[in-house]
């Protein structure tokens, strides 16, 4: 079935614990100081330290996103009202390659309480509502946790690509893990 994805600009998904909803510059505090100025979050999580609080925004990948036709969401606790995290559509589907790959990253506080794992979740199956035949994450190779979160989801590793990255001043191999659609023939593993 061919492929015709539009951006739904005001999604809002909900799961038990969690609301994703489109990122804003609104956003760039919990932003810079969950993860943009977390080493320990950077460690796998690709994207620039930032030394100062003055001068991060996520303007310029809100726009690419935007730009791109693929998602940039924040993670916000219900209980709390506070962002936890965010998660991103890395590619867009297109009619050729009716697929998407996945990113997110989680304030160390929030860590190690399966928010993630919730959020990837409900994340993916809004992009099988949408008609995407393929979802997929990549993480680097050593990162167990990111690991653990795709696991979780139902999803299945693929394989490695040696040198797939090159972050922090050199090369990184990452594992591959995907989910199809259940209907395209791979039931979900996913308990309710």
């Known amino acids: 079935m061919p492929m015709n994805w539009e951006l ?5 998904l909900t799961t038990p614990r969690l609301v994703l909803r489109p990122l804003t510059v609104g956003d760039d505090d919990a932003m810079y100081a969950l993860i943009a100025h977390d080493r320990d979050v950077l460690r796998y999580f690709i994207m620039p330290y930032a030394e100062e609080r003055s001068g991060f925004t996520m303007e ?7 730009a791109g036709k693929k998602h940039i969401l924040a993670l916000v606790e219900k209980e709390t009202d506070e962002v936890c995290g965010m998660m991103l559509m890395c590619s867009a589907p297109n009619p050729v390659f009716n697929a998407c790959e ?3 990253a989680l304030g ?4 190690r309480r ?6 990837l979740k409900a994340f993916t ?8 035949h393929k979802v997929f994450c990549a993480c680097i190779a050593e990162n ?3 690991r653990r979160v795709m696991e979780k989801c139902g999803m299945t590793y693929e394989g490695s690509r040696k040198d797939e990255i090159f972050y922090r001043g050199r090369y990184w191999d990452t594992d591959v893990f995907y989910r199809l659609a259940p209907e395209h023939g791979e039931p979900s593993s996913v308990q309710p």
């Not at 310029?60 to 935007?66: G, N, Q, T």
């Not at 199956?125 to 995407?132: A, D, I, R």
Request: aromatic letters at 12%.
């Open 60 to 66: 310029r990948s809100i726009e690419a996103c935007r």
């Open 125 to 132: 199956e809004y992009l099988f509502s949408k008609g995407v």
């Open 8 to 12: 739904e600009e005001n999604i809002r």
């Open 108 to 111: 160390r506080k929030f860590q």
């Open 102 to 104: 996945v990113g997110y």
């Open 114 to 119: 399966g928010l993630c794992a919730e959020a």
């Open 144 to 146: 167990t946790a990111s």
